[in-house]
């Protein structure tokens, strides 16, 4: 899926616009991980980055990380495996 949006341009300036796109990918999906509507997987998948980036993004930002239950393990499992 692909989402579009304007930005004000003279905000980001000095970014790349890469840069810029990483960025608010990282903050929306730690944005979602925090309200509990993504899981530690999705929303590493969402950010483009992998777990232990994710995670150390949440520590440098204060987000207590949430446990997963096992269900939610063995759902984040079939859904990688299935996507190889």
């Known amino acids: ?6 930005l004000p341009e003279k ?3 000095a970014e790349p616009i890469d840069g810029v ?4 990918r990282l903050y929306a999906a730690l944005g979602m991980y925090r309200a509990g509507k ?6 590493c998948e969402l950010a483009g980055v992998d777990r232990y ?3 150390d993004f949440c520590h ?11 269900d939610e393990l063995a759902n984040d499992f ?3 495996s299935a996507e190889k």
């Open 11 to 13: 905000q980001f300036v």
């Open 78 to 80: 079939q859904r990688l």
């Open 60 to 70: 440098r930002e204060n987000v207590t990380l949430q446990t997963q239950t096992p």
């Open 21 to 24: 796109t990483e960025k608010i």
């Open 38 to 43: 993504l899981s530690v997987g999705a929303a």
């Open 53 to 55: 980036v994710f995670l």
């Open 1 to 6: 899926m692909q989402i579009s949006f304007a």
